[in-house]
């Protein structure tokens, strides 16, 4: 008796969603193929060298549901929890609601327990979901409760009018842990290549700097085209899973979320950030205002920004090399690397020797973009992400306004965290159009800003699958984009 024909899978996109459809796939028997146009796994999960110093791309931290995810793959990765706070009017508070926020908004109490007690029953059935806005401001007198209620809305990056209450049961029902933070021991770009290694030891193919093309449906399944340094690849499978934007999935005059802007600071290592602690936000008061007006495409006086320690891996390197079991994909990477190795460097030994550690795996910023260094001696650094939103409209600042959002930025950091101005090294601004530059990608965390629920993951072809952040199910973080890898890989198991 013949056995069982093995099915084929293309998965296109090798950020989160990509890795675990892949795995999930791969591990259940069938043959996948997993691609990406960029020379490295993990998508907006991932870190990228510049000007000597190594920081993370766009994802720090994740739910916990995406830990027992991954062990139930069995991808072998650490993870920690660490804490949030949020500098409010000149005090801290604590980001993780529980008895400690409580008692420090303990002069509050009353909206505290209105807000709660408000909560509680919008998740009752039939109730129908209210902006954040409209409900916070109908439970809440304006204070420090009011605004904090709606830093969710900020983290979107889009006003509290335009995010509604149904995010407050989406934790609970897909289950993503989100109350529960948890940061990948060696960071995110050390998460991703965890799973590329568990799909490769699987037996799964990895095609990385390849572009998807085109595909043609026929009789025994899709003809796929693929580009590789300027090759062309065919291939079949029986099924696809895309996981790219899927942005014609929206009406065209569908809003958007603000995209991300980023200061980049390189740290003098004997400078301590505070232990145990991940993501620091500095909220201004009025929310609702301030970003009204960063949604009208005004500059406020006033903005909230947030910042995190970049936990880089300090393991040994894995040559890019053994990510790849293709002969053409093998073959282009050391032709790369060749040429790349003849070019000169702009890093001395002591900043190679700082970020070598993780270079295996992370991209290289080319295009020399505007920053400031400290000319003294250099000591052993680590990195910080500064992440504010630009007024809608904005992609790009010119020189002065680069240096009217780092002062603004350095002076509030300093009060956040006193004494580390003396220590900053760098210093550079990455804004929405440096970032796609330079990575490809967008740093929008909401892309779509829509009531209706996201699109279905389902195409018109039966074995053709949409997978990613713009798609099902619902949700704004890394956890949403891999649980809909996951629930697509499941779909295709289930035919």
Request: with cysteine; proline share 6%; charged share 20%.
């Amino acid at each position: 008796m013949a056995s069982p024909k093995i099915k084929k899978v293309v998965v296109i996109g090798a950020g989160l969603a990509g890795l675990i459809s892949s795995l999930t796939l791969q591990k259940a028997g069938y043959s996948v193929v997993l691609l990406d146009k960029r020379s490295q796994v993990g998508g907006l999960c991932g870190t990228f060298s510049m000007d000597g110093y190594e920081f993370v791309i766009a994802c720090n931290d994740f739910g916990a549901g995406l830990e027992k995810l991954l062990k139930k793959l069995g991808v072998e990765q650490q993870f920690e929890h660490k804490k949030s706070a949020i500098f409010y009017a000149g005090k801290w508070v604590s980001a993780e609601p529980g008895f400690k926020m409580f008692w420090q908004l303990r002069h509050d109490w009353k909206n505290f327990f209105s807000l709660v007690g408000g909560i509680i029953a919008q998740q009752l059935p039939g109730r129908k979901p209210q902006t954040i806005e409209s409900f916070v401001d109908r439970h809440t007198a304006k204070g420090a409760v009011n605004d904090l209620a709606k830093i969710i809305a900020y983290f979107m990056g889009v006003a509290p009018y335009d995010i509604h209450t149904s995010y407050f049961g989406l934790d609970s029902q897909y289950g993503y842990g989100y109350t529960k933070m948890v940061c990948p021991i060696g960071g995110p770009q050390v998460l991703s290549s965890a799973i590329a290694q568990t799909f490769l030891a699987q037996g799964g193919k990895l095609l990385l700097e390849t572009r998807y093309h085109q595909h043609q449906k026929a009789e025994d399944g899709y003809h796929v085209e693929l580009i590789n340094q300027q090759q062309r690849l065919h291939m079949r499978a029986d099924y696809l899973v895309d996981t790219s934007e899927r942005n014609s999935l929206y009406q065209p005059d569908t809003k958007r979320g603000l995209p991300l802007s980023m200061m980049c600071l390189a740290i003098d290592e004997d400078y301590a950030y505070p232990a145990g602690m991940h993501t620091l936000s500095y909220y201004e008061p009025d929310v609702s205002e301030w970003f009204r007006l960063l949604d009208e495409g005004i500059q406020p006086e006033r903005f909230g920004f947030h910042i995190f320690k970049s936990d880089i891996c300090d393991t040994p390197p894995v040559p890019l090399e053994s990510f790849y079991n293709d002969p053409l994909a093998r073959k282009a990477e050391m032709e790369r690397a060749k040429a790349a190795a003849e070019k000169p460097s702009i890093r001395n030994p002591h900043e190679i020797r700082e970020t070598a550690a993780c270079d295996y795996y992370s991209a290289v910023v080319a295009e020399p973009v505007e920053a400031v260094v400290n000319t003294a001696p250099k000591k052993p650094a680590y990195t910080i992400n500064a992440y504010f939103y630009l007024p809608r409209g904005v992609q790009q600042l010119d020189d002065a306004k680069r240096d009217f959002y780092r002062t603004y930025l350095l002076e509030r950091i300093e009060k956040m965290l006193p004494g580390i101005s003396a220590h900053i090294q760098y210093s550079r601004i990455l804004t929405p159009e440096d970032f796609e530059k330079t990575h490809g990608l967008s740093s929008r965390v909401m892309p779509f800003i829509t009531d209706l629920g996201k699109p279905e993951n389902n195409t018109n072809d039966t074995d053709y699958f949409y997978a990613g952040h713009t798609v099902f199910p619902p949700g704004e973080h890394a956890g949403a984009a891999a649980l809909s890898g996951h629930l697509v890989a499941k779909s295709i198991i289930s035919t």
